[in-house]
């Protein structure tokens, strides 16, 4: 299936760190992704990682993926708050003409306090 | 680099009229292009996939006849919806994949539009 769960809502203070979690079901996705939008916005890519990856790092941005739980992570070190947005986590499936098809988690909401 | 553009950026129209929305990628050509919807405060869902030159895959639950896709260029997709009504009235957002054989590094990017608001009244 294609699944995505995340968690809604996540509140942090500035400078601290900031771990968005993510499950998905389906064991042959090849691709994994995480998207910002801002309000009335589009969706911003942010990084993504290879199945065959355990770890990715892109200066404040950490992604962790754990392939036999099926969990993938993202950790904003220094969360400022203009990171205040909603994150989505999004598997790629598809083959030959549907590929690069993206299945999307509903979004974790993440407020940065002050 | 890797924008792509949506227009118009938000719409109004009344019920039982039909609406264009442009995906254009701007700077890469895009052989496939996605359309998605979003209700507030809700997940982007994928409505179909576009081919440049082919027909479009739509995704189980979408009506293709409501839904027209046409993707006449590797720069450019359009969405029709058709006879719209009050309950078509969403958020649509497109994406773009850069072409496997010109932008080998990036392929497994997708780029997203700004959206466009769509109300139907």
């Known amino acids: 299936g294609e699944d995505v769960e995340q968690s809604l809502f996540l509140s942090v203070r500035e400078g601290d760190s900031s771990v968005i979690n993510c499950t998905y079901t389906d064991s042959s996705s090849t691709y994994l992704y995480w998207y910002k939008q801002e309000p009335g916005a589009g969706l911003q890519l942010l990084t993504y990682i290879f199945s065959n990856m355990d770890m990715k790092q892109d200066q404040r941005l950490t992604v962790l993926l754990n392939k036999k739980d099926k969990h993938l992570s993202l950790r904003i070190a220094d969360t400022q708050t203009g990171d205040s947005a909603i994150y989505f986590c999004?598997?790629?499936?598809?083959?030959?003409?549907?590929?690069?098809?993206?299945?999307f988690g509903r979004g974790t909401q993440l407020t940065v306090w002050p | 680099g890797a924008v792509v553009s949506q227009h118009p950026s938000w719409v109004i129209c009344k019920s039982g009229t039909s609406v264009k929305i442009e995906c254009r990628s701007l700077?890469?050509?895009?052989?496939?292009m996605f359309w998605y919807r979003q209700f507030p405060k809700q997940s982007l869902m994928l409505m179909a996939t576009s081919n440049e030159g082919s027909k479009a895959t739509y995704e189980q639950g979408v009506e293709k006849d409501k839904f027209l896709i046409n993707h006449a260029s590797l720069t450019l997709s359009t969405l029709t919806v058709t006879s719209a009504h009050p309950e078509d009235s969403s958020f649509y957002i497109c994406s773009a994949r850069p072409t496997l054989f010109r932008d080998r590094g990036k392929v497994w990017e997708q780029y997203f539009g700004p959206g466009t608001r769509l109300t139907v009244t």
């Open positions: 999004a598997e790629m499936m598809g083959r030959g003409s549907t590929l690069g098809r993206l299945y």
């Open positions: 700077d890469f050509q895009a052989t496939t």
